[in-house]
């Protein structure tokens, strides 16, 4: 459960959410300039809020008023973010290893195989493709062993042959490891084919709802 | 006149005081280029005064500080460490010389460093430091290079700081700047003449290294 009630300034743009996020899967959804990458960085810490409060399960990360402001590297937030951001210094292999915590029980070899990775872990990023670099995104994420995973666009960098590809992998992180999941888009239908609620952001506000 | 000896000392010298400002330099470095912090100016000019001061008053402030009267000799004084005219002045020198050009390149370099490795990073739980030591410095390489060389060329030809506070001592203290300077102002011109050879080959050597770093580091990118 993740509860949102925060605002945040930047520049004439002003960002005003209040909600709680009960679903396994949400799709925060909404044309560009909403808002929507803003939020998942308040979520993790990248960006503070003028005031307001942020809680993840139950903990709070984020309280303007008591002084609370949990770094992100201890929030525990597995973020792929729009443009992945894989370390290019590294292999694949380090990429995913980077986070891993200790007691995680997700192996490299099952998140390997989960993601079908298994044949790009020696390569370099610069040889990846998109989809690829996707995927080696989010196993280096669900390797830290997140309690909350952030996607921003997930499938935004991938033509529509790959986005239909992409898409089970995604379903497969919501179905075997049970990580609550919010994900940015602005494709309704890739919305509703993997989030249980959609929140309609529109010009930093929640105007809808949609079960 | 031992012509191998300076050179020995002089490169010796540079190296170690290569090696003595890196870790507060790099950490200057990334203060300066990522921190928010009150006295960050400070830091900035505190540092780079050394470039725009004369060296000999550099060094005349650097002698107040480590005679044995002073704050900082006063404390080294019981452990029996001498500083003023030994050859660890003329590395304290060479460092606090050549400390504002691997500075200034090392931060030039971190804040090309795309900042969404590091905020990746710590989204991965890696704390600053780990961030620092893993993502940005590596991602900095060819300006950490280039920063060392820059800085290791300066101690090489430092003149004015080494002699305010390490003096010119042949066998001892004597650097390859020193000492034409020495030979030249006593008429052996030839001695002079020989060690100037060596400083330019010295520092074609440098300069081609630090082309050759910054080229292959052009070129992975």
């Known amino acids: 459960m993740i509860a949102l009630d925060f605002r945040l300034w930047q520049g004439s743009f002003t960002l005003d959410i209040s909600v709680r996020l009960e679903r396994p899967v949400t799709a925060l959804f909404g044309p560009s300039g909403a808002g929507k990458t803003t ?53 694949v292999r380090r990429n995913v290893l980077y986070g891993r915590r200790d007691g995680q029980k997700l192996s490299l070899p099952a998140v390997s195989r989960m993601l079908e990775i298994e044949g790009l872990l020696d390569r370099k ?81 929640v105007v809808e709802r949609e079960p | ?35 928010s912090f009150r006295g960050r100016i ?24 480590v005679a044995p009267r002073g704050p900082i000799g006063r404390l080294l004084a019981p452990a029996g460490i001498e500083i003023v005219f030994t050859w660890k002045a003329v590395v304290l020198a060479m460092a606090v010389m050549g400390l504002p050009l691997l500075v200034r390149t090392v931060r030039a370099g971190i804040e090309q460093v ?32 280039a920063g060392a060389v820059l800085g290791f060329a300066r101690a090489l030809g430092e003149f004015g700081a080494t002699i305010m506070i390490a003096g010119s001592i042949p066998g001892s203290t004597r650097t390859l700047a020193v000492a034409i300077y ?31 770093i910054s080229t292959r580091g052009a070129s992975r990118a």
């Open chain 1, 125 to 205: 990023v610069p040889q990846l493709s998109g989809g690829e670099r996707q995927r080696v995104a989010l196993a280096r994420a669900l390797m830290s062993a997140p309690e909350l995973l952030l996607l921003d666009e997930p499938l935004a960098a991938v033509d529509v042959e790959r986005r239909r590809r992409i898409l089970p992998y995604l379903e497969r992180v919501r179905d075997e490891l049970r990580v609550p999941i919010v994900y940015v888009t602005h494709d309704r239908s890739e919305a509703l084919q993997l989030a249980d609620e959609v929140v309609v952001l529109r010009e930093g506000r």
């Open chain 2, 42 to 65: 400070l830091l900035d000019t505190a540092v780079s005064l050394p470039l725009v001061m004369p060296p000999v008053a550099t060094g005349l402030v650097l002698l107040a500080l």
């Open chain 2, 114 to 145: 795309d900042r969404r490795y590091e905020a990746a990073a710590a989204t991965l739980g890696a704390g600053p430091l780990r961030v620092f030591l893993t993502i940005t410095l590596p991602l900095a390489r060819p300006a950490v290079l």
């Open chain 2, 1 to 35: 006149m031992d012509a191998w000896q300076i050179t020995a000392f002089t490169v010796g010298a540079a190296c170690l005081a290569t090696v003595v400002m890196l870790p507060p330099g790099l950490l200057i470095a990334w203060l300066l280029a990522r921190g």
């Open chain 1, 39 to 91: 939020v998942l960085d308040a979520i993790a810490g990248l960006r503070t809020p003028g005031s307001g409060t942020i809680a993840i399960n139950d903990g709070v990360v984020f309280d303007s008023g008591a002084g609370i402001d949990v770094p992100t590297h201890r929030r525990h937030v597995g973020y792929v973010a729009q443009d992945v951001a894989l370390f290019p210094h590294m292999t």
């Open chain 2, 182 to 212: 020495s030979f030249a102002e006593t008429g052996r011109d030839r001695e002079a003449g020989v060690l100037v050879g060596i400083s330019a080959a010295i520092a074609f050597v440098a300069l081609a290294a630090s082309n050759w």
